[in-house]
């Protein structure tokens, strides 16, 4: 594979193979973003985990879409996301976002093609992790119709699919002077566990006709350190990036506390629609 013509760029590598708790993922997104904004840090690619299972609404959608009382009982974290899209359950996944400038050539300009470099990247980590079928392209078809609480029963553009089914769910947000992409690839489990802490309560083999996992569609499990190698592998050869390993910025770790008190673990943002 060659690159997808981008100019040559460094980013920072920010791995972080030991999982984290939800509140504290999406606190983190939200900083690199602001903070790649204000050309206070660099451009930075960042693969992590989930440390126990939680549920992500979207920045817009209904918070009436999530069952709480069946959260609660499960002990499961409801959260909100900082970008759009429906819900997401988290627990044995492969996570990645990106964060950059407006004017990185790999993301900016239209919103749908921004997800066609990561996209490329992902499907070269996918072959090299032995998935030779899976794809990623225009979606159009599946625009209409009603709306699904569950992200992973539609795929959006650019998203990859094998076969039918959606593999790989992705969202971004747009503030001034900074884009944050961010996604998830279900490594194991049931890909339909998110329809039990739904009001919804969408059928579950009607979620599994629509997506699955990365160990449904190979018959075996991978590692995410296995899938995070290949993912680091894709970008940079397929994006033309120098990933270069750096730690958070002190700065950072900073407005991450705030975030996590102030605002993803507070009920008036999670319960703000």
Known sequence: MTTLNY?????????????QPGALNLATDETLVREVAARRSPPTLRLYAWASP????????????????ALEAAGIPLLRRATGGTAVFHEDEFSYSVAVTHDEPRLSGDVVESYRGLSAALLYALEKVGLANAVAGRHAENRSGPRSPVCFEMPSDYEITVGARKLCGSAQ???KGGILLHGTLPLDG??????????????????????????????????????AEAFVEGCATLLNLDLVPAPLLSAERRLIA????EKYTHPGWIRRI
């Open 258 to 261: 705030q975030l996590v008190a």
């Open 7 to 19: 100019p040559s760029a460094t980013w920072r590598l920010l791995l972080e193979p030991h999982p």
């Open 190 to 227: 049931d890909i339909a566990r998110v329809c039990t802490y739904l009001t919804a309560s969408p059928p579950a083999e009607r979620v599994r006709a629509h997506a699955l996992t990365l160990c449904d569609a190979l018959g075996y499990a991978v590692a995410w350190q296995t899938v």
């Open 54 to 69: 939680a549920l992500t609404l979207g920045r817009g959608q209904p918070f009436a879409d999530a069952d709480v009382a």
């Open 173 to 175: 947000m747009r503030i």
